[in-house]
């Protein structure tokens, strides 16, 4: 079984300031992440997605992660978040025989404050 | 290309009824999971379509059923509605060839209402 533990439900933040998501992950086979945003009544967007290979993963709108197997984390950052990056984000992760199945974090509500 | 499309984009039921929600994937994605967004319980994996067949399932009761058709558009059933059934209901497509970990396009998702 897979799980994944988004390790803070809401973040403040203010205008141009950088932002860390924190997100750790627990499976038993290889994994495959994902990170996921959310704006109020919408489905979710793909923000970046770690497969294979690099372990710095850039994704869309400036964010990154970094993949830590040693540490079974995949933290999403932004060096400078605008107002326009309040949403929320969903960390997900799946693997193995898991067919079309992602798991999902509980989410973090990201507000930026100007 | 075309998004994904979920039609209708709200419900609103009475207890005891029956829902069908639909969903249309990216053009040439032959894979359709279906997922259920609540407040209490987040968002939690109902059930898989590979073409017209079912690969996977999450652990929800039989009243929950869904269906793929050769043109790999995907719909799901909700029978017996009870108030707990009140969510957003998200239909994701991928390409999903020999792979199993293809990114997942989100469509905007059915709000369900359960009087």
């Known amino acids: 079984a897979q799980s994944v533990t988004q390790l803070d439900s809401q973040v403040p933040v203010f205008e141009e300031a950088p932002v860390e998501l924190r997100c750790n992950y627990s499976?038993?086979?290889?994994?495959?992440l994902f990170w996921y945003v959310q704006y109020p009544n919408q489905g979710l967007q793909l923000l970046l997605k770690?497969?294979?290979?690099?372990?710095l993963v850039k994704g869309i709108n400036g964010f990154e992660a970094e993949f830590n197997k040693s540490q079974t984390s995949f933290h999403l950052r932004k060096p400078s978040v605008h107002i326009s990056d309040t949403a929320e984000y969903f960390c997900a992760v799946t693997g193995g025989t898991s067919y079309g199945k992602l798991t999902f974090g509980q989410g973090t509500i990201l507000t930026v404050h100007p | 290309k075309a998004g994904v499309t979920q039609t209708p984009r709200y419900l609103i039921k009475t207890r005891g009824q029956q829902v069908t929600l639909s969903c249309s994937p990216i053009s040439g994605h032959r894979s359709v999971s279906w997922y259920q967004q609540t407040p209490g319980q987040g968002l939690q994996f109902l059930f898989e379509y590979f073409s017209e067949t079912q690969r996977n399932k999450g652990n929800f009761p039989g009243r929950f059923s869904g269906r793929q058709f050769s043109n790999s558009r995907s719909e799901m059933n909700v029978s017996t509605l009870e108030l707990g059934d009140s969510a957003l209901y998200l239909c994701a497509s991928s390409s999903m060839g020999q792979g199993r970990n293809n990114e997942q396009f989100f469509g905007p998702g059915t709000r369900l209402t359960v009087l």
């Open positions: 499976s038993s086979v290889s994994v495959y």
């Open positions: 770690y497969l294979s290979g690099s372990t």
